[in-house]
């Protein structure tokens, strides 16, 4: 491999411009593609086999119509004061006028929405005061029955006695014998008393019907009470819902889109946001729910650009030469160019979150400076050594180079086992992170010799190039440290590294909300009115399905709602319960549940985990949690279950890399545990300055909260990676003066001296250029720069130069101890390339080579 990089290198050198052209071509290749093929990227994150997506899938099997986004819309008068009738309607013309476009299913005007609920509530309250009067009126009928009743009674009671008198009468005349003759007399006294008693049981069984007819009445007014109870219930159970604020200045209107989120193309969102902005709205301002208004568009901000420019300040303090300075930042915005432009070409056949290029932009930047400045460094060393500029790159090319490739592959392969995760969004955007990074090791090994063969002996200073052939001053010997001076390095680095990361204990994971986006903008300012004007727990609405073991009635379906809300109602930290939709055989039922707090409160974690816990219920109904906040929780969840396995991959991976490079088994153990030490220091930084809220202000953490899900995970496939460069770096100097002879001590020192300035330079290159990306224009991003700089800086400085030397010093000779057994099968990696250049010395070297002879 040094070989081949040296012939590339020097054959880059000497015909630079075929190089060179041959990346423009790339590059314009790039930029081609992703105009022909590049589509959208998404801010929304789904895995595979989630609760949430579950119920997400059977909601749009069962109600189609929630399938799609849904965005939220606010308005709120300039001044504060109540929004007029005149600017209802202007919000009502500028909806209508966003269901015009394909991609709206439909909208919820907030004033209809509202004038609709309390039309429904005088409803309610009106039929209670209609069923109480017509239960007056039924008791009053009630009462002139009854009284009607009696007074048959009574007829009947004087009927029985008239009866009772007649046949004594005629008893007592046939005894008398007398009866033949008054026989006509007792049948038309006997005649009208039985007239009597038919009319009077006609009357009793009119009665009766009238009494049929009035418990009728009171069976169906019943009903109906129990009906407007149940309706009242829903009613009490969404009263803290509203879209209109208690003083009127604020509407809160939403969007339906006919996609979901993962396919929501950002031209639809944009058609969206424009169409109502473009509405006349006097008056009026208006912000945009974070489901559509999260700012995707753009990778480069002023922030990452002033990251790039401390890059270029200290290349330059550190070269004193303009053109090397500014080469590792041309060949790294090249690199970054290609990989990134490829990358979103695939974009339209691929679900690719807005973080994905982002992050390859990051990287490519970072190592590609610090890549082209290891072989212009190198280079730079060479010519002043006495070398020919072409000979010079060719070498650089194949010792340094060598170091680069190998370096590059460490990323890569850290980088490409995010897949092992099974989550598809991390793979992805570990494979186009991957992708750049290898992109920039192709730049740094090609286009950076070919710039060099360009600037030619330029590269140094003109005083360099004066002392060019003279003699040089004998290196200094190496002197070990002080053993009490290493232990101290030790204790500190430890204690202070172990200090910084006592938060990641405490670390929550979750997405960003509105209330982390930048301050002003629409996501923000629209995530803030709600929580102000209608509670934070709107912003936090859960999706919760019942699946229920059989249909029901029509008749049942009210008192089946009812009794599943007031379940919900009895779960701690749940403010308010309303219907979502039915299916139509009545056995699927959806609801809206208000939290009461925002999205990534710990309550709300908690909601979603009791809610799920109370299915089944009793009667056998299957429930289901979906939302963005419930989305949030279970990718949070998966990452989090993810990480210590890929951890466990990325650590022995290490081991083994670092036991082929330097043959030994106590150096890698010492750098990979001093690797796990820094990366659990970032994660405690991170924690305690996004999610404690500590120097907020400095870092722009408007809104403190859980960290972002992914972060994580990234971070620990990074940082392995270029914990490993500085780790190659500073120990294969320290092997390559072990092998040669020095005692394990001094070749602790001799690595030190030759790759402390080198890592120091790309450490803080690399930390600059991270750093950048602190103040994104992208909120998923800052954190990720965060915890990447102060990873870096952590890992270069405290583990890199400060604890792994001290430690090596400490354990001496045992530092490079290596079974037999092991040492025989390990294949021989020359990693900086010391082979090609012993058969390439410098001028003086061959000099001194040739006297000493």
């Not at 290493?486 to 960003?512: D, F, H, N």
């Amino acid at each position: 491999m040094a070989h081949l990089l040296f012939r590339l290198g020097r054959g880059s050198a000497r015909r630079p411009f075929i190089a060179i052209v041959a990346w423009v071509v790339a590059l314009a290749a790039a930029a081609g593609a992703f105009l022909a093929f590049g589509g959208t990227l998404t801010d929304s994150f789904s895995i595979p086999g989630t609760p949430t997506q579950q119920v997400t899938d059977q909601l749009e099997e069962e109600l189609p119509s929630t399938g799609g986004t849904t965005a939220r819309v606010v308005f709120q008068t300039e001044d504060g004061s109540e929004i007029s009738t005149d600017q209802q309607q202007q919000i009502a013309d500028a909806l209508a006028g966003v269901e015009e476009i394909d991609a709206v299913s439909g909208t919820i005007d907030p004033f209809a929405t509202q004038a609709e609920t309390e039309e429904q509530l005088a409803q309610l309250e009106g039929g209670a005061a209609q069923i109480d009067e017509a239960e007056a009126e039924l008791e009053a009928g009630q009462e002139q029955l009854d009284a009607a009743r009696a007074e048959a009674e009574a007829g009947q009671e004087q009927l029985e006695e008239g009866q009772a008198q007649l046949d004594a009468a005629i008893q007592q005349a046939k005894d008398a014998g007398q009866y033949e003759a008054a026989q006509a007399q007792f049948d038309a006294q006997q005649a009208e008393l039985d007239a009597q008693r038919a009319q009077l049981e006609e009357g009793l069984a009119q009665l009766d019907e009238q009494q049929t007819q009035i418990d009728a009445g009171r069976e169906e007014l019943t009903a109906q009470r129990e009906q407007l109870e149940l309706g009242q219930q829903l009613a009490d159970n969404a009263s803290s819902l509203s879209t209109v604020s208690e003083d009127g200045s604020t509407a809160l209107a939403a969007v339906t889109f006919t996609e979901g989120a993962l396919t929501l193309s950002q031209e639809d969102k944009d058609a969206v946001m424009e169409s109502i902005e473009s509405a006349p709205l006097d008056g009026l301002e208006v912000f945009f729910s974070a489901d559509i208004a999260t700012e995707v568009s753009g990778i480069l901000g002023a922030g990452e650009i002033v990251g790039v420019l401390l890059a270029l300040v200290v290349l330059f303090v550190m070269m004193r030469v303009v053109w090397p300075a500014l080469t590792p930042i041309i060949t790294s915005v090249v690199g970054v160019g290609v990989g990134v432009a490829a990358s979103l070409a695939l974009s339209g056949s691929v679900d690719m979150s807005s973080v994905t290029p982002v992050l390859g932009v990051m990287l490519a930047l970072a190592v590609g400076i610090d890549y082209a400045l290891f072989i212009i460094n190198r280079h730079r060393l060479n010519l002043k050594r006495g070398m020919d500029v072409n000979e010079s790159i060719g070498l650089a090319n194949g010792t340094a180079g060598n170091a680069v490739v190998f370096a590059g592959t460490t990323v890569l392969i850290a980088l490409l086992a995010l897949n092992v995760t099974g989550i598809p969004f991390i793979g992805v955007m570990g494979n186009v992170a991957a992708f750049c990074v290898a992109i920039a090791v192709l730049v740094a090994i090609t286009l950076v010799p070919a710039v060099l063969g360009l600037v030619g002996v330029k590269a140094i200073s003109k005083r360099s190039r004066a002392k060019i052939g003279q003699a040089h001053e004998p290196e200094a010997p190496y002197t070990p440290m002080k053993t009490g001076r290493a232990v101290l390095a030790v204790i500190g680095g430890v204690v202070l590294l172990g200090i910084v990361a006592i938060p990641s204990a405490s670390m929550r994971l979750g997405l960003p909300g509105g209330d982390q986006e930048p301050p002003g903008s629409t996501a923000y300012e629209a995530y803030t009115a709600i929580d102000e004007s209608f509670g934070e727990g709107l912003n936090a609405t859960l999706l919760v399905t019942a699946d229920l073991p059989e249909p029901v009635s029509d008749e049942d379906l009210l008192a089946t709602q009812v009794a599943i809300e007031n379940q919900f109602m009895e779960v701690d930290n749940v403010t308010a319960v309303a219907p979502a939709g039915v299916s139509e055989d009545n056995s699927f039922l959806a609801f809206q549940v208000v939290p009461a707090e925002g999205p990534n409160a710990e309550s709300t974690e908690q909601l979603v985990h009791d809610m799920r816990a109370l299915s089944p219920l009793e009667d056998g109904t299957e429930l289901g949690v979906a939302g963005t906040a419930s989305g949030n929780i279970d990718i949070s969840e998966k990452l989090s279950d993810a990480l210590p396995v890929y951890l466990a991959v990325v650590v022995g991976l290490s081991l083994i890399i670092l036991i082929v490079v330097f043959r030994s088994i106590l150096v890698p153990l010492i750098a990979t545990l001093g690797f796990v030490l820094s990366l659990f220091a970032a994660f405690g930084a991170v924690t305690a300055v996004y999610q404690w809220g500590w120097l907020s202000g400095l870092f722009g953490v408007t809104a403190p909260g859980p960290i972002l899900s992914f972060l994580p995970i990234m971070l620990t496939g990074i940082l392995f990676g270029l914990a490993m460069d500085y780790q190659l770096f500073i120990t294969s100097g320290m092997r390559e003066a072990f092998v040669h002879g020095s005692s394990a001590r001094e070749s602790v020192t001799a690595g030190l001296r030759h790759g402390r300035a080198v890592v120091t330079a790309a450490a803080i290159i690399m930390a600059s250029v991270f750093g950048g990306f602190v103040f994104s224009h992208i909120a998923m991003i800052r954190p990720m720069g965060f915890g990447l700089a102060i990873g870096v800086l952590f890992d270069a400085f405290v583990i890199r130069m400060m604890v792994v030397p001290s430690l090596m010093h400490l354990i001496g000779e045992s530092a490079w101890w290596m079974p037999k057994w092991l040492d025989k099968i390990l294949p021989n990696v020359d990693v900086e390339g010391a082979a090609l250049e012993r058969e390439h010395p410098a001028p003086e070297e061959a000099t001194a080579a040739q006297s000493a002879s």
